[in-house]
Nanobody, 126 residues
Framework: QVQLVESGGGSVQTGGSLTLSCAYW????????MAWFRQPLGPGQKREGV?????????SYVPAVKGRFTISQDNEKKIAYLQMNDLKPEDTAMYYC??????????????????WGKGTLVTISS
């Protein structure tokens, strides 16, 4: 059974940095992509994609975080990371790790993810 567990969230000031980790296990092979999503707090807020990495270690980012966030993956340790720099108040959200059972290049944000973590909260103060 696949499980994903996020950690590393917290509170930092504008311009600060955080690194999120996602420990995963239970995959039967390495044909999957890892991704990070976020959902701002408050009613009506939608979850949005942030960054993704495929099995070839090719990364994809949404424009709002490109140049500030870096996704990576350690297949031996079975951990995916999201390094976040130059954080802004609008980055405040619950961050979720997710996995897509897909062995090719990242297919885009329209796909439904197969597995989700429970999230870790990131708060950026101005």
């Amino acid at each position: 059974q696949v499980q994903l567990v996020e950690s590393g969230g917290g509170s930092v000031q504008t311009g600060g940095s955080l690194t999120l980790s996602c420990a995963y296990w239970g995959f039967t092979d390495n044909r999957f992509c890892m991704a990070w999503f976020r959902q701002p707090l408050g009613p009506g807020q939608k979850r949005e994609g942030v960054a993704a990495i495929d099995r070839a270690a090719a990364a994809s980012y949404v424009p709002a975080v490109k140049g500030r966030f870096t996704i990576s993956q350690d297949n031996e340790k079975k951990i995916a990371y999201l390094q976040m720099n130059d954080l802004k108040p609008e980055d405040t959200a619950m961050y979720y790790c997710a996995a897509l059972l897909w062995g090719g290049s990242w297919p885009g944000w329209d796909r439904n993810m197969d597995h989700w973590g429970k999230g870790t909260l990131v708060t950026i103060s101005s």
